[in-house]
């Protein structure tokens, strides 16, 4: 009986010289009896993850029971917005588990998950349960998976302006179309522009802000501005600051900022007109000068004409002549020798294209027919504009001069006579 006695003391004594070991091995070692199946989430990868992407997530499993765990499967039970791949087994042996397992030799488990595309941002609970030597399931405090959805909220879906370009001096419309991607309604909707500073603009009939109580999911909302772009504005493109803030369903404030181009320009106006010429009559030839006038407000680039033959008109030089730049408020000339064969009821037309840019590069293409006068004989001795003298005036000229030497000679001889 003693014996018996001291056998009991001395196994009391090897337990808790073993509880003791273990207890000094760290302060967060905890030993049980019997089996006792301790799972500590390692990591997710990534972290957080996207909506509609997979994430991959680390178990730690230990037995932290003196007894051994026998056939130790685990099974992940996932909902929305989690779900396993077609064909993956939610379902993972780990074998047995020693008792009194260490960090060290914990076993690892490992699951390939998908997110959903529709999950919210946050924490969200991922379940996971566990069966020793099939006694019966056993389900685990959820784990936390961290998600983050691409926050779809109002964006700018198209800017409009009433024309092309504004010109300086005149109104336009800018129209900013904003549409809600979310599935929730957005509130207290603001879109200001920024024209402070050294943009032309200024806002006709409304101030520099727009607002609107809620756009709802899917809709589209248009914010209209009126400007005036100031008078002496320089042709160019200018930028506008654009600043949309709203509220969302969760009360969280947003702001979207945006440049919006307004190009400023004004079409090229060129007069092309006769400045003098040398031509009178039909029949004849001579030097025409067209007097080239930049009406527009802004320069002309590249100014390059080109000249076109008719049957009353024959061009005598170059058919084609270069004259670059040309300014606002500006004039330039071009030189041409023409023939002019005829002209119908004293006019002769000029078939003249002009080729040039503008300020900002729109190439044009302006076709003019320039008209040249032509007078009759009469006209021109009337208005006293004769080019020269007729062959008839110049016959009676010589005839005159004749006359006059033979005279003088017959004279000069009777003089010589008398003497």
């Given at each position: 009986?003693?014996?018996?006695?001291?056998?009991?003391?001395?196994?009391?004594?090897?337990?808790?010289?073993?509880?003791?070991?273990?207890?000094?091995?760290?302060?967060?070692?905890?030993?049980?009896?019997?089996?006792?199946?301790?799972?500590?989430?390692?990591?997710?990868?990534?972290?957080?993850?996207?909506?509609?992407?997979?994430?991959?997530?680390?178990?730690?499993?230990?037995?932290?029971?003196?007894?051994?765990?026998?056939?130790?499967?685990?099974?992940?039970?996932?909902?929305?917005?989690?779900?396993?791949?077609?064909?993956?087994?939610?379902?993972?042996?780990?074998?047995?588990?020693?008792?009194?397992?260490?960090?060290?030799?914990?076993?690892?488990?490992?699951?390939?998950?998908?997110?959903?595309?529709?999950?919210?941002?946050?924490?969200?609970?991922?379940?996971?349960?566990?069966?020793?030597?099939?006694?019966?399931?056993?389900?685990?405090?959820?784990?936390?998976?961290?998600?983050?959805?691409?926050?779809?909220?109002?964006?700018?879906?198209?800017?409009?302006?009433?024309?092309?370009?504004?010109?300086?001096?005149?109104?336009?419309?800018?129209?900013?179309?904003?549409?809600?991607?979310?599935?929730?309604?957005?509130?207290?909707?603001?879109?200001?522009?920024?024209?402070?500073?050294?943009?032309?603009?200024?806002?006709?009939?409304?101030?520099?802000?727009?607002?609107?109580?809620?756009?709802?999911?899917?809709?589209?909302?248009?914010?209209?501005?009126?400007?005036?772009?100031?008078?002496?504005?320089?042709?160019?493109?200018?930028?506008?600051?654009?600043?949309?803030?709203?509220?969302?369903?969760?009360?969280?404030?947003?702001?979207?900022?945006?440049?919006?181009?307004?190009?400023v320009n004004a079409k090229p106006e060129i007069s092309v007109r006769i400045d003098s010429s040398a031509i009178k009559s039909a029949g004849s030839s001579g030097k025409i000068t067209l007097k080239l006038v930049n009406l527009g407000i802004g320069d002309?680039?590249?100014?390059?004409?080109?000249?076109?033959?008719?049957?009353?008109?024959?061009i005598v030089s170059g058919n084609e002549q270069y004259i670059g730049q040309l300014s606002s408020d500006d004039y330039d000339t071009a030189d041409i020798n023409a023939y002019v064969a005829r002209a119908n009821e004293g006019i002769v037309e000029i078939?003249?294209?002009?080729?040039?840019?503008?300020?900002?590069?729109?190439?044009?293409?302006?076709?003019?027919?320039?008209?040249?006068?032509?007078?009759?004989?009469?006209?021109?001795?009337?208005?006293?504009?004769?080019?020269?003298?007729?062959?008839?005036?110049?016959?009676?000229?010589?005839?005159?001069?004749?006359?006059?030497?033979?005279?003088?000679?017959?004279?000069?001889?009777?003089?010589?006579?008398?003497?």
């Amino acid at each position: 009986m003693e014996n018996k006695n001291i056998r009991i003391c001395a196994a009391w004594i090897a337990l808790m010289a073993i509880i003791v070991m273990i207890s000094s091995a760290g302060a967060s070692a905890q030993v049980l009896p019997g089996t006792a199946i301790r799972v500590n989430m390692i990591n997710q990868e990534p972290d957080p993850v996207d909506a509609g992407q997979y994430v991959t997530v680390k178990f730690r499993v230990e037995n932290i029971g003196i007894d051994m765990a026998k056939n130790v499967v685990f099974q992940l039970m996932p909902d929305f917005p989690f779900s396993l791949d077609p064909g993956t087994n939610a379902t993972k042996s780990v074998g047995s588990l020693v008792g009194v397992q260490d960090a060290n030799n914990a076993v690892t488990l490992e699951y390939r998950i998908k997110v959903d595309q529709q999950a919210l941002s946050g924490s969200t609970n991922l379940k996971l349960r566990y069966n020793i030597d099939s006694s019966g399931w056993v389900e685990l405090p959820a784990f936390q998976v961290r998600v983050r959805r691409y926050f779809l909220g109002l964006s700018i879906d198209s800017i409009a302006t009433s024309q092309e370009y504004f010109e300086p001096g005149r109104q336009n419309d800018v129209t900013i179309s904003v549409k809600n991607m979310a599935d929730s309604p957005m509130r207290s909707v603001s879109v200001s522009l920024s024209l402070e500073g050294t943009t032309p603009f200024a806002p006709i009939g409304s101030g520099t802000e727009k607002r609107a109580y809620s756009i709802q999911p899917g809709q589209t909302q248009n914010f209209t501005f009126q400007l005036l772009t100031s008078p002496d504005t320089i042709l160019g493109l200018y930028k506008i600051s654009i600043a949309i803030e709203y509220i969302d369903e969760a009360n969280n404030n947003h702001t979207i900022s945006d440049i919006l181009g307004i190009v400023v320009n004004a079409k090229p106006e060129i007069s092309v007109r006769i400045d003098s010429s040398a031509i009178k009559s039909a029949g004849s030839s001579g030097k025409i000068t067209l007097k080239l006038v930049n009406l527009g407000i802004g320069d002309v680039r590249f100014l390059n004409l080109k000249f076109s033959d008719t049957p009353d008109l024959t061009i005598v030089s170059g058919n084609e002549q270069y004259i670059g730049q040309l300014s606002s408020d500006d004039y330039d000339t071009a030189d041409i020798n023409a023939y002019v064969a005829r002209a119908n009821e004293g006019i002769v037309e000029i078939p003249v294209t002009l080729d040039y840019s503008d300020a900002m590069g729109n190439s044009y293409e302006q076709n003019e027919s320039v008209v040249l006068r032509i007078y009759s004989a009469a006209e021109q001795r009337r208005l006293g504009i004769s080019s020269g003298k007729s062959p008839l005036w110049i016959l009676l000229i010589v005839i005159i001069i004749a006359v006059g030497i033979v005279f003088y000679r017959k004279r000069k001889r009777r003089s010589l006579k008398r003497q």
